[in-house]
């Protein structure tokens, strides 16, 4: 029965056409219990942002149901959902300083002036860029532009936080450390977080469990050790075995070479 199981989100039997004839999301069953961090993983075209999208409310499914707490959000507008959002690209106000652009949120939900400077500074704060809310966006660094984002989305206290590539822009090293303040930031709130990326690190390294996506459907649902030690099919090996290959070149006795790739070796070059 649906809401029975007490998970926070729930999708039962959701299915995604754009144009009446693909399905890009196949018969979509899956429960995110509060509080937890989950990552939908999965190769480009395989249906992540979607699903998101359909969370989000910026797409509606086109069978099935999705409930948040318990209850339908089938007729309720995405500003409606309590739901903050990270991007990829920022999406940011330009012309608005940091604290204006948090300000937003809050004056859309109705906050008066004092409640909002105190969200503000504390949202600020949690991202340790208390020192700069008088600056516009472009004043800022990619890393602390999306900084900027996690902020906005955490400001009004949502007890769901929706995040799509949210670290694809930032070199490597940024992106690191932006995965251990996120996770940080997850458990010190303890709000549930949906995550999406293509990039198998990541979601081992942040994950309570993850979603390997391919083709629209889950292919295996668990926790990221599990998912390493008991892959359940070809793809999930192959897929979250991809950074933990052996690439080099063997050499024959006569001087022919060729390159190998032998699955499973660790990160060996
Ligand atoms: P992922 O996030 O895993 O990269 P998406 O959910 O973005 O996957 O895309 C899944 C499939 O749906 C892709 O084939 C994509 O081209 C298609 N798709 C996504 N958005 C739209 C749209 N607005 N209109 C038509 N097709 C779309």
């Known amino acids: ?88 690209n920022y999406a940011l106000f330009p012309h608005m300083t940091v604290e204006e652009n948090l300000a937003f949120p809050l004056k859309v939900r109705g906050l008066g002036k004092l409640k909002r400077e105190a969200r503000i500074k504390r949202a600020l704060d949690m991202v340790r860029l208390g020192a700069y809310g008088g600056r516009r966006p472009g004043q800022l660094s990619g890393g602390q532009q999306q900084r900027v984002a996690l902020a906005r989305a955490l400001v009004f206290d949502p007890k769901l936080v929706l995040m799509d590539e949210p670290l694809g822009a930032l070199d490597k090293q940024l992106r690191e450390h932006m995965q251990l303040e996120i996770k940080h930031i997850h458990e010190h709130l303890g709000v549930t977080v949906v995550y999406v990326t293509h ?44 950074n933990n290959r052996l690439h080099g070149k063997v050499v024959a006795m006569n001087g022919a070479t060729c390159e190998v790739e032998i699955p499973g070796a660790g990160n060996v070059q």
């Open 1 to 88: 029965m649906p809401g029975a199981k007490n998970a926070f989100v729930e999708f039962s039997g959701v299915q995604k056409t754009y144009d009446g004839e693909t399905l890009v999301v196949k018969d979509l069953n899956l429960d995110i219990a509060r509080g937890e961090f989950l990552t939908m993983l999965g190769p480009s075209g395989s249906g992540k942002t979607t699903t998101l999208m359909m969370l989000a409310g910026f797409e509606a499914p086109t069978y099935g149901s999705i409930l948040l707490a318990g209850r339908s959000i089938e007729n309720v507008p995405p500003h409606k959902r309590d739901i903050g959002m990270v991007f990829q």
């Open 199 to 242: 990039d198998q690190s990541e979601a081992l390294t942040m994950s309570d469990r993850i979603a390997v996506f391919n083709e629209g459907t889950i292919q295996q649902l668990a926790a990221p050790a599990e998912l390493y030690e008991r892959p359940q099919n070809a793809f999930v090996a192959q897929f979250i075995g991809e």
